[in-house]
C-alpha cells in the first residue's frame, strides 16, 4: 500500500482516504463520496478496512464486531473505490522476531473527557492506528463522520500537533428515516431493542428545543437531569453520559445556549450507541 501510495505521489495524483473498521453502512459511503468530490475523478479514493483490537477495552465487543469483507468489497466497488486496504493484525501489529510493537501515539487533551472517560484506552487505540493508516496512505486528505465528534476533534488535533501532512475533513451524521444515526453496532439491536434506540435522537431533539425555547442559557445541570429521567423511562436504555461542550475545544459549559454541542452514550440493552448535534 504504501509503495502504490508513493506512486501516486510521484505522478501527481490527488488521494483521498477514509478509515472504517468495515461493515460498511451509507453514513460510510457518504464519506467516499466526499472523498471523490475532492479528488475528482482522476484522483484515487483509498478506503481502509480495519477492526483495530487496540482501541477495544478487555469489555468490549471486539471480537463480535460485524464483519463482511465480501459485502465491503462490493459495496466499495459500487462506490467507486479505488483501493481498499485491509491489513490484518499481524501486519498492523507484528509480534515477530524483532521485539514487538510498543510504539503508541497518545492525545492527552481533548480525549480525557467523554469517550475518553468511559473507554479509558480507546483514544490511544485510535490516534495510534490512524497515525499508522496515514502514513501507509499517505493521503492528502482523510474524511471522518461527525458520528464520532471527539475522534475527529482529536485526529485533527493529532495532525495539527504532529505535523501529519493532510487536511482533515469532516463529514455530517447520516441517519436512518427514523433518525437513528447509522452504525455498524444497529446490527446488534434485534427486536424492540432498534426501536429503544431511537431515545438518542430524541434526547437531542429534546435538548435542542429546550435551549431554542430558552430565552436565556439553560443549567447544563438540568438539563442533564431531565435527559437521564427522559432515556432511562426506555427499560433497556441506560445513560452512559451527556455533555454539552464548546464545539472547538471539547470544554464542557456550565449553561447551554445555541450553538453548543452535545454528545451521549446509551446502553441499549448490551449495545453501546453514541449520537452527537449541534443545540
Ligand atoms: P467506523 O467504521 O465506525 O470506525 O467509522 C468509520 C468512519 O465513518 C468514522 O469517521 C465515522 O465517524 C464515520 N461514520 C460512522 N457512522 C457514520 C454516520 N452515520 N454518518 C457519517 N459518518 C459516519
Excluded at 491489513?87 to 510493537?101: I, K, L, N, V, W
Excluded at 471527539?150 to 447520516?174: E, G, S, T
Excluded at 431554542?212 to 438539563?223: E, G, H, I, K
Aim: glycine share 8%.
Amino acid at each position: 500500500m504504501q509503495r502504490l501510495a508513493r506512486s501516486w505521489q510521484r505522478a501527481g495524483t490527488h488521494v483521498g482516504f477514509v478509515p472504517t473498521m468495515g461493515y460498511l453502512h451509507a453514513g460510510h459511503l457518504s464519506l467516499v463520496q466526499r472523498a471523490r468530490k475532492l479528488v475528482g475523478r482522476r484522483g484515487k479514493v483509498v478506503v481502509s478496512i480495519y477492526v483495530n483490537p487496540t482501541q477495544f477495552g478487555p469489555q468490549e465487543d471486539y471480537s463480535r464486531y460485524p464483519r463482511d469483507l465480501a459485502r465491503d468489497a462490493r459495496l466499495c466497488r459500487e462506490g467507486a473505490v479505488d483501493v481498499i486496504f485491509a491489513p490484518d493484525d499481524e501486519q498492523m501489529y507484528a509480534r515477530g522476531s524483532a521485539g514487538g510493537f510498543s510504539t503508541f501515539v497518545v492525545e492527552e487533551g481533548l480525549a480525557r473527557g467523554m469517550e475518553g472517560k468511559s473507554r479509558p484506552t480507546h483514544f490511544r487505540g485510535v490516534t495510534t492506528v490512524v497515525a499508522k493508516l496515514f502514513n501507509i496512505v499517505q493521503p492528502e486528505l482523510a474524511v471522518f463522520g461527525a458520528k464520532d465528534y471527539q475522534q475527529a476533534a482529536i485526529i485533527q488535533r493529532m495532525v495539527r500537533d504532529l505535523n501529519f501532512p493532510l487536511k482533515i475533513v469532516v463529514a455530517p451524521i447520516l441517519r436512518e428515516a427514523d433518525g437513528l444515526a447509522m452504525s455498524s453496532r444497529n446490527k446488534y439491536l434485534v427486536g424492540d431493542l432498534r426501536a429503544q434506540a431511537l431515545v438518542l435522537r430524541r434526547s437531542l431533539e429534546k435538548a435542542r428545543a429546550a435551549v431554542r425555547q430558552s430565552s436565556r442559557p439553560v443549567p447544563a445541570a438540568r438539563l442533564k437531569a431531565g435527559l437521564k429521567r427522559f432515556i432511562e423511562r426506555a427499560p433497556a436504555a441506560r445513560l452512559d453520559y451527556v455533555e454539552f461542550f464548546e464545539p472547538g475545544t471539547l470544554v464542557p459549559v456550565p449553561s447551554v445556549a445555541r450553538g453548543t454541542r452535545m454528545a451521549l452514550a446509551v446502553f441499549i440493552g448490551k449495545t453501546r450507541l453514541i449520537d452527537n448535534v449541534r443545540l
